[in-house]
Each structure stands twice: as C-alpha cells, then as structure tokens.
C-alpha cells in the first residue's frame, strides 16, 4: 500500500514531535529543581546559620555527612557498559535496543539533530515505543512492507559501498592531481577590461563611432547616449570579466581587439554596442584551498562512476526493453495492493 509507506515517515516525525515536547518540558523543570537550593540557601535565618557556623573544625553534622555519602556513592557508581544490542525499553516483551534508537536519531530531520542528548534520548526512544505498540496493534503486514524493506536494505547497503569508496579515493594526492589536471597545467585564459556604449540601431551606433573618431571623450559619449544606464553612468566601463560571463557576440567582438580599439557596431540581443578595450590579463587559477570543495566532490563522483561501471562490467544486468512498460504505470498504486 503505498499510502502506507508514504505516511510511514510521518508519522515518524509526528510521534516524535509528540514525544520531545514533554521532554523538553520535563529538562526545563529539572533546571528549576536545581537553581531552587541556591536560592534557599540565600534566604536560610539568621539562626540556622548561626547554627551551621558552630559546628567545630574538622567535624560534620549528621545531615552533612549523609549528604556526602550520597554524593561519593553517586560518584563511585560507574557509567553503564553499553552495546548496540542493550535493551533500552521494551513493549510486551519486545525490546528497543539502543542500537535501534542511535540509528532512528541518525535519520531525523536536522532541526530534531540539534536538540540536546537528553531530550533527544527521550524523544526518539518514546517514539520507537509509539511505533512498537502500533505495530503490535496492526492487524497484518501489508504486502508493500516486503517491498520497502528490500528497498530500504539495497539503499543502506549500497550508501555503506559509497562510503568506503570515498574514503578510500578523496586523499590529499588524488584532490592535487585533480586540480593540477584542471588547472595547473592548462594555458591560462585571458580576462577583458572593458567599455561600451549600448544604443538601438546600427545608425546610432555608427553615430557614435564617428563622433569618438572625431575625439569625444568615450566616457562622456557614454553617460549621453548609453541605453545601459548601468554602466553608462560610470562612462560605459564593464570592468574586469572572462570567457563565458557575456553574450556570445559581446565576446567575440571584444576578443579580436588590440586594447585601446574601439569595435565597429556589433550586434546583440540587446541592441548595437560599440566596444572599446582598455585591457587584458592572464586569468589566474585559483588557489587549490579555494576550490578544494569542488575538487573532492568531483573526485568522489568520479570514484563512484568508476565503481558502479567496474561492478556492472563484471555483473549479469538486464534492463526493461524500450516501450516494454508504460511510464504511467508508477501512478498505479493498485499494483500494491494485497
């Protein structure tokens, strides 16, 4: 059924939901239990106090020792050995290991993953619980749950494969020959300072040429006629920009210049610029801390491809012939249906 499965995550979060609130709760009161002696303890009579300041040096009331007692009882009392198999809770006989609650934790959501440890103790175990005697009080297995669980085991253990496939494959010599394939040792590219004037037609932009070959200034020929009032206002200039980051003819025009030349009117999407170079530089690559992000997640898909490609070349695989199943039939929840 796969309403059923689509509502299974839902109700998930929602039994948490129900669980952390009275948790959180029951923190805030502890919270108040523990400040409530200090504030006792400042409003205690005069006469008790006196009474607790007479006590001779070197010896304790008989409150005060059992105080003590208890505490370095508390203190001697050694932190439970834990296994992913101890029993946490149990629901007519059936028990919640811990290791079923660490890993219902690891599968929240992340605003639940920021709780503290002891709220979020309590809410995930309240929530196996719900969803024990849920369980419990089901009437049958539906036939989808065979299916989502072999769903859900092929996920697990395929993400497992993944992940010692990255761990092995992202190490610092792999990330350096990664950048240096795609950086070190490639030319670098040239990067364009440049100016424009944006008009509507190629007789405006002709009329601009010929009124800066008969030596207007570019910048205030600019700021009078430029239809890019962006630039326009700052004497048409574009500033630094490489291959890619402007439309193809803008490029091209700009990339057959000398700097200092101005363009003939060049066409684009829009209207007629009129170019003029002021400067090139080499496009420096950027250093390998700043792209590092970029190059491990290449280097992880790359080992991934390289592994699924490895495991397919040395498997049995079959694949649905085209037009063999029709695409609609995903809608058909029917199909899970007992």
């Known amino acids: 059924m796969l309403k059923q499965l689509m509502l299974l995550q839902t109700a998930s979060v929602l039994a948490l939901a129900l669980a952390l609130p009275a948790a ?62 101890t029993v946490v809770a149990t629901v007519n006989g059936t028990n919640i290991t811990l290791g079923e609650v660490i890993v219902a934790a690891t599968q929240l959501p992340a605003q639940y993953q920021q709780l503290p440890p002891d709220v979020l103790f309590s809410g995930v175990t309240d929530q196996l619980i719900q969803q024990e ?17 072999a769903n859900q085991r092929r996920s697990i253990l395929a993400n497992d494969v993944i992940g010692d496939v990255v761990v092995s494959a992202v190490t610092e010599e792999a990330v350096q020959a990664a950048y240096d394939a795609q950086f070190a040792n490639v030319e670098p590219a040239t990067e364009w300072n440049a100016s424009h004037i944006l008009v ?6 002709q009329a601009v040429i010929d009124r800066l070959n008969a030596g207007e200034d570019f910048a205030a020929v600019a700021q009078e006629v430029s239809t890019d009032t962006g630039s326009g206002a700052q004497g048409g200039e ?76 040395a498997a049995e695989v079959t694949r649905p012939e085209p037009g063999q199943f029709d695409p609609a039939v995903l809608s058909d929840t029917s199909l899970l249906e007992d």
């Open 238 to 313: 574009l500033g630094w920009f490489g291959a890619g980051m402007m439309v193809p003819e803008f490029e091209q025009g700009v990339s057959g210049l000398e700097p200092g030349a101005v363009s003939e009117p060049i066409q684009s999407q829009f209207g007629f610029h009129v170019i003029r170079l002021n400067e090139t530089r080499p496009q420096e690559a950027p250093a390998l801390d700043e792209v590092r992000s970029e190059i491990e997640a290449q280097v992880q898909q790359e080992a991934i491809e390289a592994r699924i490609v490895e495991l397919e070349s």
């Open 24 to 85: 959180a709760q029951d923190t805030t009161q502890d919270t108040a239990t523990e400040e409530a002696p200090a504030a006792t303890t400042e409003q205690a009579p005069a006469g008790a106090e006196a009474e607790a300041t007479a006590v001779p040096d070197g010896e304790t009331t008989d409150a005060q020792a059992t105080d003590s007692e208890a505490a370095a009882g508390e203190a001697a009392t050694p932190a439970q050995d834990v296994t992913r198999d």
């Open 200 to 205: 509507g037609t190629q007789e405006e932009a």
């Open 133 to 149: 005697l849920l369980a419990q009080s089901a009437t049958g297995e539906p036939a989808s749950l065979a299916i989502a669980l």
